[in-house]
């Protein structure tokens, strides 16, 4: 197996002080109105694929195997893994003709939850796409209090103790990227964890990685009405290096929670509909024929993918599940993001450190393909609203940048 690094990571990048411009990038995921849409169809699809797409398909499985810190693990040991989990191994193939493919649909949400980045974790993560891992940060009461003390620095109106003040800054689907929350004291304290970054030291199989500067989620309520449908892929099907990202749910997301839906397996294919986009973010269309699922998350949990997987955040409905004694929102979390340091130039560095100080976001890109998520638009600026004193110039953030 591939070995376990010390959970604290040593970084070789060192901070300076001089400062680059950072380009921002609007990659059209917040729209400023959603209108009622068709939902994606929940038919399944069924077909075969030709021995030729099976036998390419086994190839790029060998090779993404290595990838994961898995290559020892022979077809044998594969299938007893398999059944270990109880994962029905997903039919493949590397592109999408314009007949039906078949993506996986019937999964159990409990084989996915690992109390450990181990094997079977790796295993998971590699074969359907994502991996939840629960246990992050053990007592997160200081992770509350750091958020509603953020919170209410934000909106000076704002009691913990009353959710009908709870005006939390806009985000598209509960997303905040703006008034320096993403860089807030409990944004990093999901970004730094050892928990965390022994989970992503195990995907690329290397200590030596980089974060990127993600937004949070803070949800106060359910939306009133039905979003539409917002399946995509984080990653386009030319950008061929591994790319994994995470969800940080504190209060966890039952069947009636807001969360994160994924449809398992898709990241292995590449659909017709990717050709024509030229940006990382690519949106399924509306009449495309998946059965994405929602997985139950267990509180203090990070849901890992694969960012060439197809999923969306999705609304909850009715009220949120009451785990704790105080009211709560919705839905809060924290995006986050790691990769190899060889992949971030010193120029990067420079970008995400100029943008950390000024309270910035950026996509979930940690490496050179790094960009700032774009500014406020009119109808995300609250009245009242206090942009965060800049953080902390800490020299273990900075180191992992």
């Not at 493919?101 to 999964?107: A, F, T």
């Not at 450990?116 to 590699?126: K, S, T």
């Not at 359907?128 to 997160?140: E, F, M, R």
């Not at 995470?246 to 898709?266: I, K, N, R």
Request: glycine share 8%.
């Amino acid at each position: 197996m591939a070995r376990t690094p010390s959970i604290f990571i040593s970084m070789r990048c060192n901070a300076v002080s001089n400062w680059v411009e950072v380009p921002v990038i609007d990659v059209d995921e917040e729209p400023e109105e959603e209108e009622p849409q068709p939902g994606v169809r929940r038919t399944s699809c069924h077909g075969d694929l030709d021995q030729r797409e099976n036998e390419r398909s086994e190839r790029r499985e060998r090779e993404e195997g290595d990838q994961f810190g898995v290559r020892e693990l022979d077809g044998q040991k594969r299938r007893r893994l398999r059944n270990e989990i109880q994962v029905e191994p997903p039919k493949r193939c590397r592109v999408a003709s314009g007949r039906h493919v078949p993506v996986p649909c019937s999964l159990s949400s409990g084989s996915a939850i690992f109390g450990e980045p181990n094997g079977d974790f790796l295993l998971h993560l590699r074969e359907q796409g994502y991996a939840i891992l629960q246990g992050v940060l053990g007592d997160g009461s200081s992770f509350m209090d750091e958020f509603w003390k953020a919170m209410t620095l934000v909106v000076p109106d704002l009691d913990a103790r009353r959710p009908q003040t709870w005006n939390f800054p806009k985000g598209f689907r509960g997303i905040v990227s703006s008034y320096g929350l993403p860089q807030a004291d409990f944004a990093w304290m999901v970004r730094g964890h050892p928990r965390i970054r022994q989970a992503f030291a195990r995907m690329f199989d290397t200590d030596d990685l980089v974060v990127s500067l993600d937004a949070v989620i803070a949800q106060a309520q359910n939306a009133k009405s039905k979003l539409p449908s917002w399946l995509h892929k984080d990653q386009h099907p030319n950008h061929k290096a591994l790319s994994i990202q995470g969800v940080y749910t504190y209060f966890g997301s039952g069947p009636h929670d807001a969360g994160t839906c994924v449809v398992p397996g898709s990241h292995k294919i590449t659909y017709p509909w990717e050709g024509s986009g030229t940006r990382d973010h690519l949106r399924a269309p509306e009449d495309a024929d998946f059965r994405p699922i929602k997985p139950d998350v267990p509180p203090d949990s990070v849901v890992f993918f694969n960012s060439r997987l197809v999923h969306a955040s999705v609304g909850g409905h009715g009220n949120a599940t009451q785990s704790f004694t105080r009211p709560q929102p919705a839905r809060l979390g924290v995006c986050v993001a790691y990769a190899p340091c060889a992949r971030r130039s010193e120029d990067t560095r420079r970008k995400k450190e100029k943008a950390y100080l000024q309270g910035k976001c950026s996509t979930h890109w940690p490496c050179d393909r790094f960009s700032l998520k774009p500014p406020m638009k009119s109808f995300q600026i609250l009245k009242g609203g206090q942009h965060l004193p800049p953080p902390p110039s800490l020299t273990e953030r900075l180191s992992l940048l």
